[in-house]
């Protein structure tokens, strides 16, 4: 089992930058992919990104395309999302997951442990 710790979660303005970081431990945590997602007040939790156990494969939801950057270091077991430009519609608790495989997918069910979550508010 893979235990992971979000942080990086803030209040922010529209237009401006935040760096979300995920810590994982856990037997062979690098050689899993690992996904980060959000969830929003009345919203069911979504996709956001979605890197390789090597990094080489990532994945993003289309409403951030272009704007945030997933990321990893498996010599630290540290995963990142970069996130530019935010907007408000991208405030929500973001989730980092693991999903024991090693590409990336983009549906919850496929991640099996998730972390606790760290709020990101942008305001307009």
């Known amino acids: 089992q893979v235990q992971l710790v979000e942080s990086g979660g803030g209040l922010v303005q529209a237009g401006e930058s935040l760096r979300l970081a995920c810590s994982a431990s856990?037997?062979?945590?690098?050689?899993?992919?690992l996904g980060w997602f959000r969830q929003a007040p009345g919203k069911e939790r979504e996709f956001v990104a979605g890197i390789s156990w090597r990094g080489g494969t990532t994945i993003y939801a289309d409403s951030v395309k272009g704007r945030f950057t997933i990321s990893r270091d498996n010599a630290k077991n540290t995963v990142s999302l970069q996130m530019n430009s935010l907007k408000p519609e991208d405030t929500g608790i973001y989730y980092c997951?693991?999903?024991?495989?090693?590409?990336?997918?983009?549906?919850?069910?496929?991640?099996?442990?998730w972390g606790q979550g760290t709020q990101v508010t942008v305001s307009s």
């Open positions: 997951a693991v999903t024991y495989r090693l590409t990336p997918r983009d549906t919850p069910s496929e991640y099996k442990d």
């Open positions: 856990g037997r062979g945590v690098s050689t899993y992919a």
